[in-house]
């Protein structure tokens, strides 16, 4: 992956000697920059994209397709944001080539109801409608940029670890997901053996917007904007080895900068759900900057409070057939759900507490550190009450669960009978899966409001001119229970190509 030994790199050092001196008089502490506090500008492009992660590379390829001449800066010594330790996997659907090469039936319509029914109240229905519509073609440029994918799908639940390229990336097997719409598998991750699909993926969109000659600037963070007195933004101020630089901006900046799991204190104010979370997940530069230089300029922020908290219990998958309960002794969700559902009921919807009860054949066959097993019985009586649950509660529980089970029923929740026996072996086990004892990784969807070309928008919903967003700095599609694994990257790479695009054709300064 470049980085900045690399050849299409500019070191930090390199960045100085290419600016010269400072320009700028008032900016520090300010919100933003005015204009008129800018003497003279160090650099000028024409299109400047903050944040090297997916979004970011994926707008700078389409804006320098798009004729214009791109910077890409990144405030960490290293390209690639948290798109690089991803799995890589993006949620496409509707019939791409890989589904139709493994006879794999799906449909825009019957996606867009998953992912309009199966995750929050009043999703953005637009910006999905257009993702439904343009993800084949978007995978077909996936595979452009130089992204491998095999010919294998895999049924089993979870990232595959093979070379497999297509599996069920999300909720769509479990209830109600199943009700909503015909269950497809979508996910789609680089062939690549083991958690490296994001490596690859960015080193091949990294190598491409090299090759198209974009210039690449690393360890240089963008600091404030620059605003004309009308509104438009006309740079950035950025700064590099504690200096900061003027670059003006000829038609558009694009926030690509992540989200801001990093930042603690912003996690406290706008995400007390996730802060709880025990893993703050994404790299070190998730630090929320891209956020709050769009708001400093007047730009409405959505969604902030939401994100992906995630209880991976499985694999193995043999674990579904114990049962999640709350505090109260008491199921609440189908333990078959997406891992990024079950995270997010306990940690949305239980206060960030709830236990994985296991019997003898339920149980991990292998030593487990995601979750530690704090009860262990010969009775369900005695792991309630050793987790003081409500008397009687975990014993009603189970027994109108096991019930129904032996029946191959759940009127609850709908399980699939491959997981659904009743609980009768010991030694049972009590887990815990709370959000901040267990492993419970998070990262943030909060972000600026965007149209559907990345435009930024006010609390007022008026365009922001010269201003763009992408990926987790703005609200994209991924929210709160987050439903599939993949549209994260999926909504970063698709709607940083739209955002780039929108950015090369705006002129602001003329
Ligand atoms: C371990 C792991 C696995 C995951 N797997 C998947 C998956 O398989 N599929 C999926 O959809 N999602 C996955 N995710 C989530 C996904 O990786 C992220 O949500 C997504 O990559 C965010 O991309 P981005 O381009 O918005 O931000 P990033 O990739 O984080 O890039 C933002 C970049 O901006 C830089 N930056 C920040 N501030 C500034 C500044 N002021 N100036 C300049 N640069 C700045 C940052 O340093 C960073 O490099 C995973 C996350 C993790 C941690």
């Known amino acids: 992956m470049p980085d900045d030994s690399g050849e299409h790199a500019v ?24 204009r008129s506090a800018v003497k003279s500008w160090d650099l000028r492009t024409d299109v400047l994209v903050v944040g090297s992660g997916a979004a970011g590379v994926s707008a700078a390829i389409e804006a320098r397709r798009a004729d214009a001449r791109v910077m890409l800066i990144e405030s960490l010594p290293r390209f690639g944001g948290s798109s690089a330790m991803s799995g890589g996997v993006v949620y496409a659907g509707g019939g791409t080539a890989l589904q139709k090469a493994l006879n794999v039936e799906d449909s825009v319509e019957q996606m867009y109801r998953f992912l309009t029914l199966a995750g929050t109240l009043h999703p953005p229905h637009e910006k999905i409608q257009l993702y439904c519509e343009g993800s084949a073609g978007h995978f077909d440029w996936l595979v ?22 297509l599996y069920f990336s999300g909720t769509e ?62 740079g950035v101020i950025v700064s590099s080895d504690g200096e900061q630089r003027a670059i003006a901006v000829q038609r558009g900046v694009v926030l690509a900068c992540g989200g801001f799991i990093h930042n603690r204190e912003m996690m406290r104010q706008y995400a007390p759900q996730l802060y709880e979370c025990s893993v703050p997940w994404g790299n ?3 630090l929320g900057a891209g956020i709050n230089m769009g708001i400093a300029v007047g730009a409405a922020a959505l969604r902030m409070n939401e994100g992906f908290a995630i209880a991976p219990i499985y694999p193995p998958e043999s674990v579904l057939s114990g049962i999640v ?35 003898r054949d339920s149980s991990y066959a292998f030593h487990q550190d995601n979750f530690l ?8 009586g005695d792991i309630a009450s050793r987790l003081e649950f409500p008397r009687g509660a975990l014993q009603q529980t189970v027994a109108y669960y096991n019930l129904h089970a032996a029946n191959g029923d759940d009127p609850m929740f709908r399980k699939s009978r491959l997981y659904l026996r009743p609980l009768q072996g010991p030694p049972y086990k009590a887990w815990d899966l709370s959000t901040s004892r267990a492993f419970f990784p998070a990262h943030t969807f909060g972000g600026l409001h965007t149209g559907t070309d990345g435009q930024v928008l006010s609390s007022f919903g008026e365009v922001i001119p010269g201003l763009y967003a992408a990926g987790r700095n703005s609200a994209g599609i991924p929210t709160a229970p987050y439903i599939a694994s993949g549209l994260s990257v999926g909504d970063c790479t698709f709607f940083g190509r739209r955002a ?3 950015a090369a054709r705006m002129r602001t300064l003329g």
């Open 11 to 34: 070191t930090r050092r390199g960045l100085l000697g290419a600016l010269g001196a400072t320009a700028v008089t008032a900016a520090a502490g300010a919100a933003a920059t005015p």
């Open 144 to 165: 452009e940029q130089g992204i491998r994918y095999t010919d294998k799908l895999t049924l089993a639940k979870g990232l595959p670890m093979g070379d497999e390229s």
């Open 173 to 234: 097997q479990a209830w109600p997901a199943r009700d909503l719409a015909q269950p497809a598998p979508r996910g789609h991750v680089p062939g690549i053996p083991g958690m490296n699909g994001g490596r690859h993926l960015m080193e091949a969109l990294l190598s491409r917007v090299a090759a198209l000659g974009v210039t690449m600037r690393a360890g240089v963070a963008a600091h404030r904007l620059v605003t004309e007195s009308d509104g438009r933004i006309a």
């Open 284 to 286: 070190a530069g998730d």
């Open 325 to 359: 309960v709350n505090a109260s002794g008491q199921r609440f969700i189908s333990e078959e759900s997406y891992h990024g559902v079950l995270g997010d009921a306990i940690a949305y919807h239980q206060k960030g507490r709830a236990w994985l009860i296991t019997d």
């Open 373 to 380: 097993p704090v009860a262990e019985a010969s009775t369900i």
């Open 500 to 502: 780039g695009r929108a």
